[in-house]
């Protein structure tokens, strides 16, 4: 029986900003685009 849930929405259990920026980096170069971390 599940008696909780944990939502981690700003990082404090799991770090997951930089994969995310790394993720949309990719997306972009597929593109021939750059995604300056300052602009993220």
Do not use: K, N
């Not at 770090?15 to 170069?29: L, N």
């Amino acid at each position: 029986m599940i008696r909780a849930l944990i939502f981690d929405f700003d990082g404090l259990i799991l770090e997951t900003e930089v994969p995310c920026y790394q993720a949309w980096q990719e997306i972009y170069r597929s593109y021939g685009l750059h995604l300056p971390l300052a602009l993220w």
